[in-house]
Structure formats: structure tokens, C-alpha cells
């Protein structure tokens, strides 16, 4: 059995022979061995190894790009990138054009190119290289003109130029069945529209997810050539989107025959209704369940087309899986509506939809599905079906359909919307709970704005909400945890680096405190060190408390257990595992990609602290209303910490001013005798004491009414505002204890 330093090393000899030729002085190589003295090929003591392959690829010193590339390469098979980079180093030294780029890229492969890239052992010089020839060569696989030129040679008369032009317009990839589809929206001549048809077919399978974009939003013309095409390259998988063209009564008549026509050629048989609902219906189950198999990057994020009739133009958006999933649900759920006009079909495609749309307003962006349209429908449809909607999304785990689901509920319904149904909480109430934070902050928005006076099931649940969301800082937090406090600390000194402020634990209760203390908590790391308890027992303690269900989580895990936690946590997006390497840096890579993959649900410092300002305007208003199934005084607390944030203290004190505790009074009053403070906040805190006072009269103890006038008398020395300002509070209280009196 051969093995395997020996397979790359006849490798590593048959591709310098073709790169190079008849090899001449390296027999000489293969003849001795290193210390110079014959050797016998074959054995076992002295069986050729990759140094000799080394030393062969050295004498035949490559000098031209493709050659630099190749050993490069090869060199990197062998697991000798040091002695690859002096090659990747001669390169950089070069300049070349955009068409020289891209011919090197094709002659040599892009996998090469991506090798080097990726490669840290081949240096930045070479690193750079590979960068820049690959920019290079999607820019002129692009170029507009060069695009526009391939796709007239393609309808060339002359089958030597087609054929050129096809192969050309194929290496080109997304680009040119964009422009191809462009030349076929604006073709009137039968003859060119074959010719364009004619190009798309060999494009092959990598033009079947624009062609079906195509049929699903493009004019009759262009879905009737995008189902020719499909139904001449098209799998079993496509002719699911062709079903519903072909069957829906509101097919026009060309729809409909094209559409059947295709799905014949496909299956070898036109469809049947209900054959056509049970394929759809399981199709869509399937992606609405997150169940369906996509074609998933690295990352974790699928490739999507929407056609573009107005511009007439092709777009591609990157969604994660799960949402790549939903838009295939929203599709396949909006063909069973067309076909058997069942509500939940309806419910279910708006769902999906609502949830892309929901992530594509996060990254400020119009994707493949149209925002308006579906919230329109959505309100079209009446109160009782976004209820139905809000269910089911917090019954799924819909979070972004959830939220504009509750949005809607609030501007639609009225306070019967917040009475339990069968002894259960309302969707509402119940979107109250949840642990996506923008789904949760707009359900309490919308029960505030329902304006319900009476008791209803849950409705303790609102003050917590409010104590929960006023309690943000705007700070990014994080929490490590490792058996050794210097260890974590060393981390936390890294995140700090980062931008966050890092607490250091030993794991156990420290951790989970630290972690759900505050609402700004956006990362957790454990160590898989951590014994009492354990760190996968921390782990789901922490994904169970909903502050933290949604919180990315990094493991750094020890050699012997890596891949155990790795499997451990596979299923979860919202954590990564990495080896603990002890150089901290290095962790840097796997720390970001587990933001990326999170942030979808994270909310950033800057939202969470205007959250935390109209949460502190809400309570304000329930305190001044006839809200009395809301009791806030157990959220004094998070009111009185937000006074001393700059950007809170306004709302804090108008909401203090209303609470009527003498808790409240006491901090208004601490707060307006600190002499280091603004003198505009401190007259806004004295503002906010005088409204309390004569609401609910004096509520400070004798020693600190006391204090206070001690505090003024000791002010004999300080600047005339200072005096004045503490005057005012004392008038205030002098005003309200004789009221009391």
C-alpha cells in the first residue's frame, strides 16, 4: 500500500513534468539519496520522502506566474509554506492587467488563488497577490462591455463565434446570465430571442435559481422563455416552481400551457392538482419547519434572486439558512394559496415573508420580497388573522414576523385584544415574554398603546418589560469564565481591546449573575475547564433564562475536548467553539464569526439605550394614567441607575417625579445637591422633586429633610447658582410639608 507522503510526492513529480518537462538534473536526485549515496527505490529503508520532492522542485527554479503558482501550490501540498513564500514574494513583484488577472485565474484554477489567500505561512506579500487577482477577475468577468459583446457574439450566425462566446459568458458565471436576461427583456425578434434561450441552456444548472426568480416575478413574456428554458434544463426540484403556473385558475392561458409544457418535459408528465398540492405542500412544510437542504456557504448564508422588472435586472441577497428557508416557504405556501385557497396557507406564506422582510430592514435594504405589500395584505386580511399570525410566529419562532405581527395588533385592535382566550394569556401579552428583544419591545409598545385600564392575565409581566429595557446603559458587556482568574482575565483584557467591558469569573453563580445582571450583556465565554458545574451545564442554564437564550456564546476548549464540544453545541447558531490557543490574538477570527452569526438578534448598544429612554417615557405616562394593574415600584431601582446616565437622566427624572416613593424623592434630592453634575440636569432633578412633593406631599424621613438643610447652609461658599438652586428645593419642601400640615 502506497502511502501517503509517497502519493504526494509522485504527485509533486508528475505535475513538475508537466509544468516544466523532462525534469534533467533532478534524476540525479531521485537517483541519491540526501547524504549522497545510491539508493535503491522502494525500500523500506530508504523509501523516497516529500524533502526530496522539495529539493526536485527547488532545482527547477520557476520563473513565470503560472510556474510560481503551481510550486506555490504544490508546496503547500507538501506542508512547506516557508518555502513557499520567497516564490509568492517573486509574484507580488509583478504587475499585471485585469485581462492577464483573470486568464492567469483561469489557466491555473480559483481554488489556488483562494489557497493562497487563506494561507498564513505563504506571507502578506503572496496573500495580497491572490487577493488583487481575484478582485481583478471578478471586475472583468462584470465588465459591462465585455458582457455586452459576449452576448452579441452569442447570437452570432457563425457558430465558430457562439460557441467562443458561450464558453466565455459560462466561465463569467452570475454576471452574464444577468446580462443575458437583460438582452432577452428587450429582444423582439424571435430569432435573437432563440438565440438568447439558446445561451442560457448552456449556462447549465447555475442559471436555474434566476430563471426561476424569473418565473415567479418577471412579465408574460420573460416567464414564458425563462419556463422554455427551464423545462429543457430543468431538475425534478424546478418543476415544483412550475406547478402553480401551470394549475392556478388565475394563470393566463400562455402561463399555463408553457408552465405545463415544462413540467412535462421535466417529469414526463403533466402535474395533477392534488398531486401538485401534496408535493407543494410538503416542499413548503419542510422550509417553514427549517428543514430543507439549501446550498450553504461557509458562512452559513445562502444565495437568493429576485428579478427586478423595472429595472429588468437580476439581484442576489445573502440570508442565512434559516431564513433562505423562509423565503422558499413564503413561495411555496403563496403557490398552495393560488391552488386551494385554504387561510392557513395564506397565514403561513405571510409569515415567512414578514420574517425576511423583518431582517432585511435590519441591513437597510430592500431583499426579494416587497415589506409594504405583505403588511398590507397582512392588515387587509383583519384583526382576528394577525392574531393568528402573532401565534403562530411565537408558536415557530418567527421573532421578526412576531414583531410586525404585534406592530399591527396594536394599531388594529383595542383592549379585548389583551383578554386571555381559553384561560391563556393573549398572543399579545404572550410576545411580551419573549427573549428576542425588538419582538418584546414592540409587544409592550403595543399593549401600552391599547390603553386596557382593567386587570388582564399577564399584565405583571409589563412592569418587568419596562424595569428590564430601562435598565440598559448602552454599554457592550461580556462575561468570562474560566477555573483560573487569571487566565480570565487575561481574556477579558482581550475583549476589552475589543470594545467590550469584560467581567472575569470562576464560572458557577458568578458567571450567570455577571451574565444576567443587565440587559447589555452581548457575549459569554466559558472554558470547557470550568468543573462546578460544568461548562456545557452553564451553557444551558444560560440558553434556558430568556436574558441570555439569544446571548452568543464562545467555548474555548482544550485539545482533548474540542471536538466533543464542537458536536456538543452543533446545533446551535449562536455559539462557537475554538481551540484555546495561548496566544489570545489569534481567537480573534472565531470571536467574529460568532458576532456575524448572531447578529441577527443582537441589538446594538445605541438601540438598546433609546429603547432604555421611551421605556423610561412609558412608565412616565402609566404612571400619570389610571393604569393601576402596572405596578412600577419595584423597578425604582433601574429608574434611580438610569438618572445617572447623561442620555437617560431626563426621562429617569420625569419618571421618579411621578413614582411618589421616598426613594425617589431621596434621589432626586442626592442628585440635585452633587455639585459636580451639570447645573442644567441638577435644576431638571430640583423640577422633578418639586412635582413630587406636591403630588404625594413630603415622603423624606426627618434626618434626611434634616440633611438637607445642612447641605444648603454649607453652601454659603459656593457660587450664587449653587445657592439658588438648593434655595428652590428647600422651598419645595417647606411647600409641601405644610400642605401636609
Not at 500500500?1 to 509517497?6: D, V, Y
Not at 415567479?216 to 430543468?234: C, H, I, K, N, Y
Not at 454659603?716 to 405644610?738: C, F, M, V, Y
Request: aromatic share 6%; hydrophobic share 45%; charged share 25%.
Amino acid at each position: 500500500m502506497i502511502s501517503h507522503t509517497l502519493k504526494r510526492l509522485l504527485r509533486a513529480v508528475c505535475l513538475c513534468a508537466l509544468l516544466f518537462g523532462p525534469m534533467g538534473t533532478s534524476e540525479a536526485v531521485w537517483a541519491q539519496s540526501p547524504s549522497g549515496g545510491d539508493v535503491e527505490f522502494g525500500t523500506a529503508a530508504t523509501r523516497p520522502t516529500a524533502d526530496l520532492a522539495t529539493t526536485a522542485l527547488m532545482q527547477l527554479d520557476p520563473t513565470t506566474p503560472e510556474q510560481l503558482l503551481r510550486a506555490i501550490d504544490l508546496l503547500l501540498d507538501m506542508g512547506q509554506p516557508e518555502l513557499a513564500r520567497p516564490y509568492a514574494a517573486r509574484l507580488a513583484e509583478n504587475t499585471f492587467e485585469e485581462t492577464e488577472y483573470a486568464q492567469l485565474v483561469e489557466n491555473v484554477g480559483m481554488a489556488t488563488f483562494l489557497r493562497l489567500m487563506l494561507d498564513q505561512g505563504v506571507g502578506a506579500e503572496g496573500r495580497q497577490f491572490a487577493r488583487d487577482a481575484l478582485l481583478a477577475t471578478e471586475s472583468y468577468h462584470r465588465d459591462p462591455q465585455r458582457l455586452s459583446s459576449l452576448v452579441d457574439q452569442a447570437k452570432s450566425p457563425i457558430f465558430e463565434q457562439r460557441v467562443a462566446a458561450l464558453r466565455r459568458l459560462r466561465d463569467s458565471g452570475v454576471p452574464a446570465i444577468e446580462a443575458l436576461l437583460q438582452a432577452l427583456q428587450t429582444a423582439e425578434a424571435d430569432s435573437e430571442r432563440d438565440a438568447l434561450k439558446a445561451a442560457l441552456l448552456e449556462m447549465g444548472e447555475q442559471a436555474v435559481p434566476a430563471l426561476t426568480a424569473v418565473v415567479r416575478q418577471s412579465s408574460t413574456p420573460m416567464r414564458v422563455d425563462a419556463m422554455e428554458v427551464l423545462g429543457r434544463l430543468g431538475t425534478l426540484q424546478t418543476a415544483i416552481h412550475l406547478m402553480a403556473p401551470a394549475l392556478a385558475p388565475a394563470s393566463p392561458r400562455e402561463i399555463q400551457r408553457t408552465a405545463l409544457d415544462a413540467c412535462e418535459a421535466i417529469t414526463g408528465s403533466a402535474p395533477r392538482l392534488a398531486e401538485a398540492v401534496w408535493v407543494l405542500r410538503r416542499e413548503a412544510e419542510a422550509c417553514f419547519g427549517r428543514e430543507c437542504n439549501l446550498d450553504v456557504d461557509s458562512d452559513g448564508m445562502v444565495l437568493s434572486w429576485t428579478w427586478r422588472p423595472e429595472q429588468a435586472a437580476l439581484e442576489s441577497f445573502r440570508y442565512p439558512q434559516e431564513l433562505a428557508a423562509a423565503i422558499h416557504a413564503y413561495r411555496f405556501y403563496n403557490d398552495l394559496y393560488a391552488l386551494d385557497l385554504d387561510p392557513e396557507f395564506h397565514v403561513r406564506s405571510l409569515i415567512a415573508g414578514l420574517e425576511v422582510t423583518a431582517y432585511d430592514a435590519q441591513q437597510g435594504r430592500e431583499g426579494v420580497l416587497a415589506s409594504d405589500e405583505l403588511q398590507t395584505k397582512a392588515s387587509e386580511a383583519g384583526l382576528e388573522f394577525v392574531e393568528s399570525m402573532l401565534t403562530l410566529s411565537l408558536r415557530h419562532e418567527f421573532p421578526g414576523a412576531a414583531r410586525l405581527s404585534a406592530k399591527l395588533v396594536g394599531e388594529m385592535g383595542d383592549a379585548t385584544s389583551l383578554q386571555s382566550i381559553h384561560g391563556e394569556s393573549a398572543p399579545l401579552v404572550l410576545a411580551t415574554r419573549a427573549a428576542h428583544r425588538r419582538l418584546r419591545f414592540e409587544a409592550v409598545q403595543s399593549v401600552l398603546s391599547l390603553g386596557s385600564g382593567e386587570p388582564y392575565a399577564g399584565s405583571a409581566t409589563i412592569a418587568n418589560s419596562l424595569g428590564f429595557f430601562a435598565s440598559s446603559t448602552g454599554v457592550s458587556r461580556a462575561v468570562v469564565a474560566h477555573p483560573s482568574m487569571a487566565e480570565a482575565r487575561n481574556v477579558a483584557s482581550f475583549l476589552e481591546e475589543l470594545g467590550y467591558q469584560a467581567e472575569a469569573t470562576t464560572g458557577g453563580t458568578a458567571t450567570f449573575i455577571a451574565a444576567t445582571k443587565t440587559p447589555d450583556c452581548e457575549l459569554v465565554i466559558l472554558s470547557t475547564e470550568l468543573q462546578h458545574p460544568r461548562w456545557d451545564e452553564l451553557w444551558r442554564q444560560l440558553r434556558r433564562d430568556r436574558r441570555t437564550a439569544l446571548v452568543p456564546i464562545g467555548v474555548m476548549a482544550s485539545r482533548e475536548r474540542l471536538e466533543r464540544a464542537r458536536w456538543a453545541l452543533r446545533a446551535d447558531r449562536r455559539s462557537v467553539v475554538w481551540l484555546a490557543a495561548p496566544e489570545v490574538q489569534s481567537w480573534r477570527p472565531a470571536i467574529e464569526r460568532l458576532i456575524g452569526k448572531a447578529a441577527v438578534d443582537l441589538v446594538p448598544a445605541k438601540e438598546r439605550l433609546e429603547q432604555a429612554a421611551t421605556a423610561l417615557g412609558w412608565m412616565r405616562k402609566v404612571l400619570v394614567s389610571d393604569h393601576s394593574q402596572y405596578d412600577l415600584r419595584e423597578q425604582e431601582p433601574a429608574i434611580q441607575a438610569a438618572l445617572l446616565h447623561p442620555e437617560l437622566m431626563l426621562p429617569a427624572a420625569e419618571a421618579l417625579a411621578m413614582l411618589g416613593t421616598p426613594g425617589s424623592q431621596r434621589a432626586l434630592a442626592d442628585f440635585a445637591s452633587q455639585q459636580w453634575r451639570p447645573l442644567t440636569d441638577r435644576e431638571m432633578a430640583v423640577d422633578a422633586f418639586s412635582k413630587s412633593v406636591s403630588q404625594f406631599g413630603v415622603l423624606l424621613t426627618h434626618e434626611k429633610v434634616v440633611r438637607q438643610y445642612e447641605r444648603y447652609n454649607a453652601s454659603e461658599s459656593l457660587d450664587r447658582e449653587t445657592q439658588l438652586l438648593l434655595g428652590k428645593l428647600l422651598d419645595a419642601l417647606e411647600t409641601g410639608r405644610q400642605t401636609d400640615s
